[in-house]
């Protein structure tokens, strides 16, 4: 009869560790990987459709009849923007996979559209051995925060490198007129907008973790003033630009343009350990969750969407308060279950989105693989 009890006992004590082990598996990877498996499904899908082997280079659009028509010539081809948005998600994808093995690829495709001209090299809008267009300042930003990003992941120089030449090529955009601040676009003198400042500040502020000179932070900070004085609406968020002429205010919002001030708050308080710049990340947030998410769709861009969440990942770091990233995620889900055809791709009316908008999801995917490994994002909504 004791043998027999303990026996029993012996059982009930494996039944209660085997449960308490399913237990803290399913707490840690609560979506059991749902979003990980849109992030390679969409990427396969990506490559299966948008990639010319042909070639080497990837199409804008799939739909010859939207390809972008410019300075009177037909583009076949991705212009520079659409490959920033893959540059960023295959950065974000290597974070999940660490074989996946994909940025240094997308970096040697982006040579095709590098541009020496003075006074700074950069990347130009389109590829360079057929009919180059122009240089914009953000589509750089974009690459020199990827480039830095990818040097803190990996301390490779050659990305630090890149980062240091965006920094330089952008900066030729600052002059005096309404105080400072940086265009939009080079030899376009017209506006001076919050999508070229703010993703200026991170490009600034991330030169200056990565060499610790002053230089970068100081002009951090004058971007951060100059854009905060001249572009922020009264509900925390950022309208698109101002004119040179007579000051006037173009007074669309995307979420982007929140994204990269908001995230450039976080920079800030990790910098200076100054709580202003977190309780300003704080109240951008609450207001920007309303404003984008409130009805549970995306209300722009689904890549301007991938920008903002990149500022909510990165608060999450001093809030853990996870309504942010559940009100995304209901948007998130919706586009999901709305947009995907047949063929695992996003469409609209049944029309093909372009390049810009799938690198963004398979970027908001990436973000959510690695969140849906650490938070229970069932509970999070």
Known sequence: MMNRRKGSLIVVVLLIICSGFTLAKRSGNSNNNYYKGEMESLHSAIEDNFYDSKSGHYFVDLDPDKRETKFGYYREYSWFWALCTMFEAANEIEKVDENADLVDNIYANMKHYYDPAPPEPGYNEYIMELQPGERYYDDNQWVGITALDIYERTGEKVYLDLGKSMYDFIMTASDTSLGGGLYWRENDFETKNT???????????????????????????????????????????????????????????????????????????????????????????????????????????????????????????????????????????????????????????????????????????????????????????
């Open 195 to 381: 999508c070229s400042n703010g993703p200026g500040i991170i490009v600034a502020l991330k030169m200056f973790n990565a060499t610790k000179e002053q230089k970068y932070l100081d002009t951090a900070l004058m971007l951060y003033k100059w854009t905060n004085e001249n572009l922020q609406a009264p509900s925390l968020l950022y309208y698109d630009n101002i004119k040179t002429e007579d000051g006037s205010i173009g007074k669309t919002i995307f979420s982007y343009n929140t994204g990269t001030m908001l995230q450039s708050n976080v920079y800030l308080y990790e910098i200076t350990g100054d709580e202003k710049y977190l309780e300003r990340a704080n109240e951008m947030a609450d207001s920007s969750l309303e404003y984008f998410y409130g009805d549970g769709n995306f209300k722009d861009n689904i890549w301007f969407n991938a920008v903002l969440l990149r500022g909510y990942q990165h608060l999450l770091k001093y809030n853990d308060d996870l309504k942010y990233i559940s009100g995304f995620k209901k948007s998130l889900d919706n586009a999901l279950k709305e947009k995907k055809n047949e063929e695992g791709l996003l469409a609209k009316n049944g029309n093909v989105l372009n390049l810009v908008e799938h690198g963004g999801m398979l970027e908001i995917l990436a973000r959510f693989a690695l969140l849906e490994d650490k938070y229970d994002l069932e509970k999070a909504g």
